[in-house]
């Protein structure tokens, strides 16, 4: 039996497919102790994600942290759980199909829109074989990571070629690496920040909090640092914020070791020590609100402003599903499909139909005499 994904799914006669994969980092499949102990294996064993050698990482992950850690990382993932399940994965799912629902009146040929999360369900594997399933010839990947890193972008590339490396029919790809930069994206961003001042004042501060990663990353050539500050800058700009009424920060370190700095936690406690009151915080790097943002900061940061002397931290929520959010998305998608059919003029139906059929005529003519012996 073959190795490989597809020896027996291509029908001449059957029209081939754009497919869109949306990707995010992932969830547990609950919030309680297995679940976690099973998504935490999968995200902490990442060489992408820890750059340690495998030996003594596997030694520490799996004698120390997997045998602590999940029943405390339950416990949070409990306060943030919804009657729909995660916040991020229903997010997501709410995500993709908006994607799908504004691309269709875009493009001149049919698309299928995908979701798979790099860790735990659905998985990239699932969603990559459900879209193979459709026929979909044509691919491109866009993970939900605003800003590149070798532990989210770069980890999911490996688990798309990983995918790939099965299958006999290799379709053709694009990914999307980055959008850090793009107007639509800040131009989103800026309104959201806009919109909640307007709903619910303005602090004296804003933190702009981005998922950290160890400073050895950036040593080592990762451009994720880098990003993130030009993010934030243009951001400040859009809202046309003064020097020294915003910071770039970075927080949910892992670890003993230095990580980008300065620390979200450290730096909220600082601005209560020096005698704000209030302040706000917007985490750009997080496409959807999650673990991080709703649990770490609206909840755990909020608390260490109030202990610090602080009265209030507004957590400002991600895009999610905004519509600038999604219509930026939507453009994202477009602009890197530009030159594939789906982006062209809509084709004849009726001329379509006829190739189709006459493609499986001659295929079956060709089966018929290689089952006859008269071909070799």
């Not at 990914?175 to 994206?185: S, V």
Request: a neutral charge.
């Amino acid at each position: 039996m073959s190795q490989y994904l597809g020896t027996s799914t291509f029908h001449h006669g059957k029209a081939e497919k754009l497919g869109i994969l949306v990707t995010n980092l992932g969830t547990p499949d609950a919030p309680e102790t297995a679940p976690l102990r099973r998504y935490l294996g999968e995200f902490l064993w990442d060489p992408r994600v820890v750059e340690v050698p495998r030996p003594l990482w596997w030694l520490i992950l799996h004698g120390v942290i997997l045998r602590t850690r999940p029943s405390r990382s339950a416990e949070a993932y409990r306060s943030v759980w919804t009657e729909a399940g995660s916040p991020l994965l229903t997010c997501a799912r709410e995500q993709a199909a908006g994607l799908k629902a504004r691309l269709a009146p875009r493009l001149s040929g049919p698309v299928e829109v995908a979701l798979g999360m790099r860790y735990g369900n659905p998985s990239i594997s699932s969603a990559l074989r459900q879209l193979h399933s459709l026929n979909v010839t044509r691919l491109l990947v866009l993970p939900l990571y605003p800003q590149y890193s070798a532990s989210t972008t770069g980890s999911t590339f490996d688990a798309v070629a990983a995918e790939l490396m099965r299958w006999r029919w290799v379709p053709e790809l694009r990914f999307i690496g980055r959008y850090h930069e793009e107007q639509g994206y800040i131009a989103a961003l800026a309104a959201s920040i806009r919109e909640h001042w307007a709903a619910h004042g303005r602090g004296e501060h804003l933190l702009m909090s981005f998922h950290g990663v160890p400073r050895r990353y950036l040593d080592s050539g990762d451009p994720y640092h880098c990003q993130c500050h030009k993010t934030a800058r243009l951001v400040a700009e859009a809202l046309e914020l003064e020097d020294g009424s915003w910071t770039t920060t970075f927080q949910s370190r892992f670890g003993r070791e230095e990580w980008l700095k300065p620390y979200t936690d450290a730096t909220v406690k600082a601005l209560g020590a020096k005698g704000l009151k209030r302040i706000d915080v917007v985490c750009p790097g997080f496409s959807a609100d999650c673990l991080e943002t709703i649990e770490e900061i609206a909840e755990e940061n909020a608390g260490y402003f109030r202990e610090a002397g602080g009265e209030t931290l507004s957590y400002i929520p991600c895009l999610n599903t905004r519509d600038d959010h999604l219509d930026f998305l939507t453009e994202l998608a477009l602009k890197h499909l530009q030159g594939w059919p789906e982006t062209g003029p809509a084709p004849d139906p009726d001329r379509v139909a006829a190739e189709l059929r006459a493609s499986k005529e001659r295929a079956d003519r060709v089966k018929a005499a290689r089952e006859a012996g008269e071909l070799g």
